[in-house]
């Protein structure tokens, strides 16, 4: 069954601006994921954050992660063309592995 | 870097054909998972492998089987292809904790079933 669910389904902005895409889940968890998938390959994992964290940032990537409403959001800032690309946030099932959402498609307009 | 291989980018192969998908990873590790992503449905798990010769069903294993012989190795079976199994397949892998650790993915394999 779908845990993740992201939003929105689609996402189209300038080259420089901020994208953010959120994800809700059902369950608790014990952390959740965001993965990138560029068009026909596979998916590369980007950031984890876990249950007890609230932000965490990588590079470009600011994550942030509320229990209290089952949510997380993803921020890329200064977009880039190379942005373009599909998201996929993805929740721990506990031993039985990982629950990836539907993905957000975003684009990246030069 | 950690490497995990498909055995193919891309197969077409004829309903009622059986279907082997192979992939291999190179980091040692523990728990091999196999997917099928269609437009709108996202990423679905169809089995998964916590050691050789160990499998455990997914969300979506009817018409599906796989093998592990080896630790590096993990087959994805069609017994008899259909074409409601067209998709893009891929394959993850992750080292053994309690559970939902990241996962590193092949580059996939999309299969057409005529």
Redesign the interface.
Known sequence: ??QGEEDPQALSIQEGENATMNCSYKTS???L?W?RQNS??????LI?IRSNEREKHSGRLRVTLDTSKKSSSLLITASRAADTASY?C??????????????THLIIQP | DVKVTQSSRYLVKRTGEKVFLECVQDMDHENMFWYRQDPGLGLRLIYFSYDVKMKEKGDIPEGYSVSREKKERFSLILESASTNQTSMYLCASSPWTTGGDTQYFGPGTRLTVL
């Open positions: 069954s779908q968890i014990n952390n994921q993965y026909g390959r596979g998916l590369v994992h984890l996929f993805a929740t721990d099932r506990g031993a039985d592995g990982l629950t990836f959402g539907k993905g």
